[in-house]
């Protein structure tokens, strides 16, 4: 129900830009506050942004401006664009809906970013 609609991760080199999308079904994506979040080796998964239906963004504190959440609410995707990517950016990034009517968390599979030259 929540997926990568592209393969959006891989081996980037320092500096690069990378783009990925997550869909997820109508049903699910109309009424929930999408997110991105990402888990660093030996770290805890950590919130990345979120954006609700209505296009309100929020970026964690240490997360920094290189990182834009943004969402299509006709192709219910959200996407995530990164540039200027740093090696402490690599992490396995995963894509979460929050259903507000139900409560309900979706995660998607999450994909490996990797950052090095």
């Known amino acids: 129900q929540v997926q990568f609609v592209e393969p959006g991760g891989g081996l980037v080199q320092p500096g690069g830009p990378l783009r990925f999308s997550c869909a997820a079904s109508t049903s699910i994506f109309r009424s929930s506050r999408m997110g991105w979040y990402r888990q660093a080796p030996g770290k805890q998964r950590e919130l990345v942004a979120t954006?609700?239906?209505?296009?309100?963004?929020n970026y964690a504190d240490s997360i920094p401006g290189r990182f834009t959440i943004s969402r299509d609410n006709a192709k219910n995707t959200v996407d995530l664009q990164m540039i200027s990517l740093k090696p402490e950016d690599t992490a396995v990034y995963y894509c979460?809906?929050?259903?507000?009517?139900?409560?309900?968390?979706?995660w998607g599979q999450g994909t490996q970013v990797t950052v090095s030259s």
């Open positions: 979460n809906a929050r259903h507000i009517p139900s409560g309900l968390l979706y």
């Open positions: 954006i609700t239906s209505g296009g309100s963004t």
